[in-house]
């Protein structure tokens, strides 16, 4: 499933839920670096992509929603 921007051509190819274990805990650049990015104009944008806010390196040992917005 892709996130379109409804006022570009931009986006971004991911379902954006991911599930693991608290006991496997993961930082923010693990899932970043598993989503791809695409731009009209430059193509493949997926190394520009970063954290913009995140609720999920806090909480990362506890089970629950969390959610990390990314640019």
């Known amino acids: 499933m892709s996130i379109l921007n409804k006022y570009s051509w931009n986006y971004i190819n991911s379902d954006g839920v991911f599930y693991i274990n608290t006991n496997g805990q993961r930082n923010t650049t693990y899932f ?3 989503l791809n990015a695409y731009d009209e104009y ?3 944008i997926s ?3 970063y954290v913009v806010s995140d ?3 806090k909480n990362r040992s506890i089970p629950g929603e969390y959610e990390v917005l990314g640019q």
């Open 32 to 34: 970043i670096d598993l």
């Open 42 to 44: 430059d193509g493949d």
């Open 47 to 49: 190394e520009s992509l």
């Open 55 to 57: 609720n999920y390196l």
